[in-house]
C-alpha cells in the first residue's frame, strides 16, 4: 500500500502573536514625546540652544546607548514624529505670522533681507562645489542659513526627503553658528557704534534661530530686540517660495527618474504632468491659510505664547524623531567640509548684511 503524503505542514496556520499596543505607531511616538518633552525643559533652562537642538542630540544618544530602540517595533512611530508632526509643526508656525508685520518692517529693510537671501542660496551652491559638498546637504545648510535655521531645515526636509543624517549635520552647523553668533555680535555691534534699529536689522539677517536673534538682539539693547524679531519673522516668510521652488525641483527629477526606469527619454518637463501636491505641499498650503487667519485678527493676542509653544513643542518631537533615526557612523563619515561650508556662509551672509544696509543708508 501506497503511503499517504504527511499534509500536516499544509494545513498548519501561523499564527501572530497579539500587538501589546492598539497600533504599531504608539511605542515610537511615546519615546519620541518623551524625548521631546525633556528636551524642551531644557531648551527652558537653557534658551540659547532650545528644544529643538536638545530633542535630536538626545534621540541621537539615545539609539547610541540604548541599541534597543532600534527596530520595526520603534520605527513607525518615528516616522510619524519625523513627518506628520513635522509638516503640523510648520502649520502652527504661520499662526505666530502676520502680513502687517511685514508690511511694518517697511520697504528700507526689505532690500536688505533679499540681499542676504540670495547671497546665502548662492553662496551655498558655490561655496558647495568648492568644497565638495553637494546634494541635500548643501540645500540644508543654504537655506537654514538664509532663512530661519531649524524650522527652515524642517520644512526643506519634508519637501526633499533628505536622509536623517543630512539633517541633524545641517543643524548641528547652524546650531554651533548660532552660538558664536550670540557672543560675537554684540561686542562688534558696539565696535562698530551702530545704532539699535541697525543692529536689530543686522542680526534678524545674519542670525539663523530665532532664539538667538532674541538673545543676541535684546543683549546689545532693548531697543534693537523687538526689531530683530520682527525682521526675523519676516524673513521666515521667505520659507514660502524656497519651498516652492524645491517641490518643483524634486518634482522634476522624479519625473526623469521614472522616466528613466521606464527606459524612456526624459522629454521636457511640465509642471501640468504633475500632481499639485508634489509641487506645492499641503502643509505649506496650511502655512500660508495660518498666516492669513492670523493678519486678518482671527486668532486672539492671548493664543499666541500657547501656539508658539505647541509649534515649537511640536518641531522638538519630530526633530526627536530624526534624531531617533540617525546612525551616528554615517554622521561621521561626512567629515569637517559641511561645518565649514556652514562657517564661511555664515560670514558672508553677516558682512553682505551690514554692506547692503550701507548702500541703503539704512546702516
Known sequence: MTALPDIRPALSVTTRKPSRWPSPVV????????????????GAVVPLVGGPVFSILLGALAVA??????GRRWTP????????????SIVILGT?????????????????????????????????????VRGDTQILIGVGTGICGASAIAATTAVIKSKQEQVAYAIGTIFTLNIAAVMLFP?????????????????????NDTSSVIAA??????QAGPYGIVVKLTRTLMLIPIVVALGVLTARQQARRAAAERG????????????????????????????AVDSLG????????ILSAAGAFLISTALAGIGLSLRLAEMRSTGHRPLLLGALLWITVAASSLGLQALTGTL
Open 187 to 207: 561686542p562688534i555691534g558696539h565696535l562698530l557704534g551702530i545704532s539699535p534699529h541697525s543692529f536689530g536689522l543686522w542680526a534678524g539677517t545674519a542670525i
Open 298 to 305: 482671527v486668532i486672539p493676542d492671548s493664543w499666541h505664547p
Open 77 to 88: 512611530g518615528y516616522q510619524v514624529a519625523s513627518k506628520p508632526v513635522l509638516h503640523l
Open 27 to 42: 511605542p515610537g511616538m511615546v519615546v519620541a514625546l518623551g524625548i521631546a518633552v525633556a528636551a524642551t525643559a531644557l
Open 217 to 222: 538682539s535684546f543683549a546689545y539693547s532693548n
Open 96 to 132: 505666530g505670522l502676520s502680513l502687517r508685520q511685514v508690511l511694518d518692517v517697511g520697504s528700507q529693510s526689505l532690500p536688505v533681507m533679499l540681499g542676504t537671501l540670495a547671497v546665502a542660496l548662492v553662496g551655498a551652491w558655490l561655496g558647495g562645489r568648492l568644497l565638495g
Open 65 to 70: 546607548m540604548m541599541p534597543g530602540l532600534r
Open 264 to 291: 524612456e527619454l526624459a522629454g521636457r518637463f511640465s509642471l501640468r504632468s504633475m500632481p499639485w501636491r508634489k509641487i506645492v505641499p499641503l502643509f505649506l498650503l496650511g502655512f500660508i491659510a495660518a498666516t
